[in-house]
RNA sequence: GGCCCCAUCGUCUAGUGGCCUAGGACGUCACCCUCUCACGGUGAAUACAGGGGUUCGACUCCCCUUGGGGCUACCA
């Protein structure tokens, strides 16, 4: 029998780091055996359940590029089928109504056995269990089914072979398990899976920063990067390998392999691993990764050839491609502002004022505008100068581009251009007294 | 409180009784490369929670303690 999984959220608000990797588990485990992967929306909370909450978790999905089989499956609309399984337990007499609810007769001794792909057999004890041997309401006096009802009916129907679900639901199972014998359908495997934490080891939420998918993606976080990260947490294909591919990803996923505990999110090492696939991604492709971005400030980006060199320039400066704005800002922006720590190199340096206004003139007169005559010429002018490298290029620098961190500096003259470079050394040429 | 789950460097992990004086990665620190930053390279520091067993031999198996987490809704 072929593997089928799903994922289902519930509309109720974006999609979560921890939610993402419950569907990317789903999702692997499902290519990797050549299943299906489904996606069912668990509105039957009706209050919380927003439609724009649906869409940011269908775009998130997709931009991880996380797809499903088949249509998706809304509880809202099953409400009819749900409610002839009730009746079926009604007319059983192993449900009753009570007060505009209905309650399922759940087993009051005994244990309950849950036994889990990952953990083993997982025992709950109904005589010390209180809470568990308390008749479960399936159906809310609203008329809508409660989560656990709707669950065990849904994947049944859906034919769903495994439930890969977070540990926050191992404690759901026992209450689920007694409603599939009753309703004589055949049980799924059940595979708890573990909690993304946040710092403090704590069930991962807003107050440990950003959670949400859409705000990584919109950060520049590469989706093979993310998925990649996500992939890693709890799971290791068992060789050192941290930098794996999707199609390496799904040949080697293996719910066995998963581990039983909780991982803490680390920004840090998502940031490296995200910087390690911009490294790779060749330059035209990162370029227009990198072109939204851009836009966003209102900076040129039509002249393609300089831009590529431009990127070239920064592929291994950036981590997350947002940060491309905020460096490169001195080449789309006309005019800069001096670094304050940077200007006191020469803020009054009357030898470099001289220094400044003669290298404008000397760019100002090549005839080939590219980094290396630029560099040769520049080298020869400092001689001249009497300067080192370090005192010449520093100062020139900031002059420059306003900072005291740049690309290669005469990279960084050559894609300025000769008009914004000679204009600005004399700029601070003229700042110094 | 009750029930359940979990436990290797700060973090992600390798490890399924001897290969472990515990390996890799992120981060940290030092050095190299170097026009700054970054990349890259080299090296260093840092972990089997504690206590009992089992065994010729435990990071690996069992028990207890401790610690952390989750669940305890007519939310999902």
Known sequence: MSVKVRFAPSPTGYLHIGSARTALFNWLYARHEGGKFYLRIEDTDRERSKDEFLQEILGSLKSLGLDWDGDLVFQSRRTDYYRKMAD???????????????????????????QDLLHGPIEFDLDQHLSLAEDLVIFKSDGSPTYNFAVVCDDADMGITHVIRGDDHISN????????EALGFQKPIFCHIPLILGEDRSRMSKRHGATAIREYVEAGYLPDAL????????????????????QELIQKFELKRVLKTGAV?????????????VRKLPIPELTDNLIPYLEKRRYKTEDRAWLERLVLLFQERIFTLNQFPDLAQFFFEENIEYNEEAHKEFAKDARLKNAFTRYAAMLESLPVFDAKTI??????????????????IHPCRVAVTGRAISPSFFETIALLGKEKATRRLRQAANSIK
């Open 88 to 114: 079926l337990l009604v007319q059983k007499d192993m449900a009753y109504g009570e007060g505009g609810a209905l309650h399922f007769r759940s087993p009051k001794t005994g244990k309950i056995i849950v």
């Open 265 to 277: 999110f680390n920004k840090e090492k998502l940031e490296w691993l995200n910087g390690q696939y």
């Open 173 to 180: 199972t026992p209450k689920q398990l007694p409603l599939y």
């Open 375 to 392: 560099e040769e010429k520049s080298r020869a002018l400092m001689k001249d100068l009497e300067m080192s490298g370090k005192e010449f």
């Open 227 to 246: 998925v990649n990260y996500l992939s890693l947490l709890g799971w290791s294909p068992g060789n050192n390998q941290e930098i794996i591919s999707r």
